[in-house]
């Protein structure tokens, strides 16, 4: 009995060196980008996605989850704004404005339940027929385990963000997004 649960114990104790090596030996930082042509102009998507306009229409991860509760905090000028959730699937978190360049960028900050803060930046690029967008999440981690992790689930979340992203395109370019009348900037 005692050289079996040796056995196991050593077993145990190489995959977990194993799992610290590889983790390791991956980069610290995993980045998930997508991009889409949308025929607005950049200031109508810039205001849409900077102040959560009908957020929860396109959202991939609220839509996946139909239970899920949302609330808004707005502020004038977008940064300082949050976009808080919780729900029965995708759990509790928060998506704060850091900073903008009025209708050319937005740097959020995106935390689930109690974990750090995931960088999420979108830019704004005009072109002949509307705008270019460009939607970055950057996962950083020094954890060999969190490390694992971003790359295993970095799949996952490229067919979450490009679902997200067809959903903007075809709600921007069918439904009526109304401008307020005073934006600094856009």
């Given at each position: ?64 989850d139909t239970a899920t509760k949302c ?82 689930f970095r799949g996952m979340i490229q067919?979450t963000i490009d679902s997200g992203r ?21």
């Amino acid at each position: 009995m005692m050289k079996i649960l040796k056995w196991i114990l050593i077993v145990v104790v190489v995959l977990v060196v194993l799992v610290a090596a590889v983790g390791y030996m991956l980069p610290r930082e995993v980045v998930v980008a997508t991009t889409e042509d949308i025929r607005q102009p950049p200031g109508k998507v810039f205001h849409f996605v900077a102040g959560f306009v009908d957020r929860t229409a396109w959202d991939p991860w609220i839509r996946s989850d139909t239970a899920t509760k949302c609330t808004f905090d707005l502020k004038p000028g977008y940064t300082g704004s949050k976009y808080m959730w919780e729900g029965p699937k995708i759990g509790t978190g928060i998506m704060e404005v850091d900073s903008v360049v009025f209708g050319s960028y937005i740097l959020n900050s995106v935390s689930f339940m109690k974990g750090s803060a995931i960088p999420e930046e979108w830019t704004f690029t005009p072109t002949e027929n509307g705008t270019h967008l460009t939607w970055t999440i950057k996962m950083v981690s020094d954890s060999p385990l969190e490390r694992l992790m971003n790359h295993m689930f970095r799949g996952m979340i490229q067919k979450t963000i490009d679902s997200g992203r067809d959903d903007l395109k075809n709600y921007l370019e069918t439904q009526e997004v109304v401008m307020p009348d005073s934006i600094p900037g856009v």
